[in-house]
Structure formats: C-alpha cells, structure tokens
Nanobody, 120 residues
Framework: QVHVVESGGGLVQAGGSLRLACAASGRTFRSSSMAWFRQAPGKEREFVGVVTSGGATYYTDSVKGRFTISRDNAKNMLYLQMNGLKPEDTAVYYC??????????????WGQGTQVTVSS
C-alpha cells in the first residue's frame, strides 16, 4: 500500500523560511515526478512546483526565486525549501506523485497535506 506523508508545516512570520518534507513509501518512485500543490482557504488547489525523476524542476511564477524543490530518490523523499515567505503563501501544502505536469489530475498519489501559515 502506498503512503505519502508531508511534514514541516507551521506558523512563520513574513520573510521567514520553512522546509517541508514528503515521505513516500509502499513502492519505488524513482521514475515518477513529484510535485507540490497548495490550497488556500476559499480557493482551488494550485500547482506550486515539480521535480522530475532526473532532477529537473519547474515552478509557478509566484514562487520562482523563493522556493526550491529537491528530492532524494534513495529515500523516496521530496522537499520544499520556502524562503521569503509572504502571507499569500498561507495554505495547506500537498505532496503528489505521478506524471510530470502542472495539472493535479496527472498525480495518482497524494498526501494529507500540511498547514503553512505566514503572519504579516
């Protein structure tokens, strides 16, 4: 059975940093892309960034230069380093595993989400 679990969320002041982690277990994900999505209150879930099996990354414009995605294939781990956080980054952040895409429908495995709150 596949499990995807996020951790590392919390409350931080604007301008601060957080590092999210995602642990995937139950099968190997070395050939899959891994992504982060987020959902703010009252809004639809949106794409944040993705990393391919080979390590190539792509980000949504609003986080470019502030967020960095990385993965450790040996450990089936995904990370999201978030710097320069803004109140508008407040959301539940989800880890997803699947095919390279900005569309959430391309991802078959999801975590339960971790809350990130940025105070002004």
């Amino acid at each position: 059975q596949v499990h995807v679990v996020e951790s590392g969320g919390g409350l931080v002041q604007a301008g601060g940093s957080l590092r999210l982690a995602c642990a995937a277990s139950g099968r190997t994900f070395r050939s899959s892309s891994m992504a982060w999505f987020r959902q703010a209150p009252g809004k639809e879930r949106e794409f944040v960034g993705v990393v391919t099996s080979g390590g190539a990354t792509y980000y949504t414009d609003s986080v470019k230069g502030r967020f960095t995605i990385s993965r450790d294939n040996a450990k089936n781990m995904l990370y999201l380093q978030m710097n320069g956080l803004k109140p508008e980054d407040t959301a539940v952040y989800y880890c997803a595993v699947g095919a390279y895409s900005t569309n959430q429908r391309s991802y078959g495995y999801w975590g339960q989400g971790t809350q990130v709150t940025v105070s002004s």
